[in-house]
């Protein structure tokens, strides 16, 4: 049943494994901007994104569910920095895609709006801001329809799998809390 419920302890198990692979990401992407010679402050952003992120953590602030989405929209910050300053955002999505899977396995729907909201942003930055994205040929826009499309169906799949999941473990504990009062009406007659 606390399985269903939400361990506490499992839930601390997931938040570190999930901010030990987002500090690779994060010390990565700092590298490359570093290399890369970006603006002083996105790679101070980043860094403050990442180490506020395990302050949260370790400080246990709040509850599970806050501490996961203050950490997704951390990871969607670095994220978002990111894919702005590449000159191919269709190149950034694989490294994104990973994110948003692994976003998923906190188990928390609302979660996953938070990559969808990157990538919407990243996608209209691109295409009328920075105009990196070619509209000259055809071939060219329907790469780039596909990309989004992949995009989104990435973002959806995951979003419908956890909310799937949420949505039977809520269904189950109330199943089997009936039947425990059920039980315990039937030891009382």
Known sequence: ??????????QRVTERYLLIL???YHFCMFLYSVNSRWETWTSALMVIAAASSWIVYVGKYRDYHFRAMYTAVMVQINMVLYMMHVDNLFLSFATFLALVVLMGIYEIPDILYTPFISSTFAIFYHAFIAQTIDYHSLEAVFSA???CINIYGVEYTVF???KKRSDANIRLVKVIRELKETERSKDDF
């Open 1 to 10: 049943m606390d399985y269903l419920e939400g361990n506490p302890k499992k």
């Open 22 to 24: 987002y500090s690779v």
């Open 145 to 147: 329809i596909l990309q």
């Open 160 to 162: 419908f799998w956890v």
